[in-house]
């Protein structure tokens, strides 16, 4: 993903919600990243700490506390902040002032997803006016759109990105000719930023999942089973029919956003097992998981399994540690440090 962003002269600001890892964090950063994006001002405290430097929170931050929050924090880091409605805004702005401080922020744009997002067609008005709050300067707009190509979920990745980037540099041209300065146009999830990073004028691109990938994202083609490199390992604990067994693995382990059996992917079951293609991670209450086994099957209890979850970025989050397996074969313990950093 670095290699795509050096050949196409734009930036990359990898998530780290996929892995909440300052240790991950840096490698992106030594792969070329120009800085990270987070979620929550928590994550981004974490992140300081452990020596990041270059941090966006791409969500609104709208509370007092938060803002104060993210107003000591860009004292001691480049901090760029996500708004998205007037309201947010003016609480930064006034915060700012109090503060005697000029906090930097990109405005977000509802590009199709209807998440978070100034609706696109108001963004120019919108804008307009945060520009005459005190102390915010206004660096740049951002979206996350996902695969979406016309207003629908797509598999056509290539078509979708390049729609991205062309939209978002379109309302930069447009914001730039009412007189807005906007240096940044931030686009891109895993599925699109390689083709949104084609297009000229966008200057960043900030995928996620990328870096461990996923069930889903391999059935959306974007890996194959092999570039998917974050397992959970669990155990048989009963082997109670020839087609059913149990796992020690339940939805405290395996995130559950990403169902089975949804459009456009259709995934089986909440995980893929390695090696076992006639075996469905088909069910989960909080303990356990329930295997399905179609025709025969060899394991029994206490055998172990890896699974590559649906989606690693929720998943990740309800565990600990990860052991990251060194070039020797050997694994090495690393603490999820900002797991749980929900505010």
């Known amino acids: 993903m670095s290699g795509i962003a050096r050949e196409n002269k734009v930036n990359i600001r990898p998530h780290i919600k996929t892995h909440k890892l300052p240790y991950i964090a840096k490698e992106q950063l030594a792969s070329g990243a120009i800085g990270i994006t987070v979620a929550k001002i928590s994550e981004a405290e974490v992140m300081a700490d452990n020596g990041i430097q270059n941090i966006f929170i791409a969500y609104p931050i709208v509370t007092k506390e938060k803002i ?56 120019k008005d919108i804008a307009k006016e945060i520009s005459t709050y005190r102390n915010l300067e206004i660096s740049g707009i951002y979206t996350f759109r996902g695969p ?6 797509t598999l056509n990745f290539v078509e979708a990105g390049i729609e991205e980037g062309e939209m978002m540099v379109k309302l930069a041209d447009q914001l730039r000719k009412a007189g807005l300065s906007i240096d940044d146009v931030s686009v891109g999830s895993t599925s699109t930023s390689a083709s949104a990073a084609t297009v000229p004028g966008v200057t960043e691109i900030r995928p996620g999942t990328y870096v461990f990938y996923d069930a889903m994202q391999e059935k959306y083609g ?20 020839k087609n059913r067994a149990i796992i020690d693995g339940g939805s405290k382990t395996f995130a559950t956003d990403v169902q089975p059996n949804q ?54 989050n309800l565990h600990n540690f990860i052991f990251m397996k060194e070039k020797d074969n050997t694994f090495e313990r690393y603490e999820v440090l900002a797991r749980g950093k929900l505010q």
Do not use: W
């Not at 998917?228 to 669990?234: E, G, I, L, T």
């Not at 995934?267 to 025709?295: A, Q, S």
């Not at 394991?299 to 172990?304: H, K, L, N, W």
């Open 148 to 153: 979406v190509l016309n207003g629908s979920p």
């Open 68 to 123: 104060q929050k993210a107003i000591e924090l860009s004292k001691r880091v480049k901090l760029i902040l996500g708004v998205d409605s007037l309201v947010g805004a003016k609480r930064l702005s006034e915060l700012a002032v109090e503060n005697n401080i000029t906090l930097e922020i990109r405005l977000e744009v509802d590009s199709g997803l209807e998440r978070t997002g100034i609706p696109y067609e108001n963004v």
């Open 263 to 316: 459009a456009p992917i259709y995934l089986k079951g909440f995980g893929k097992v390695v090696g076992h293609p006639n075996i469905i991670l088909e069910r989960l209450t909080e303990e356990h998981g329930m295997l399905h086994i179609e025709g025969d099957s060899p394991i029994e209890v206490g055998d172990t399994l890896e699974i590559i979850p649906n989606h690693i970025c929720t998943t990740i």
């Open 222 to 241: 974007c890996c194959t089973e092999e570039e998917c490199a974050a397992v959970v390992k669990v155990t048989v604990i009963s082997r109670p029919t």
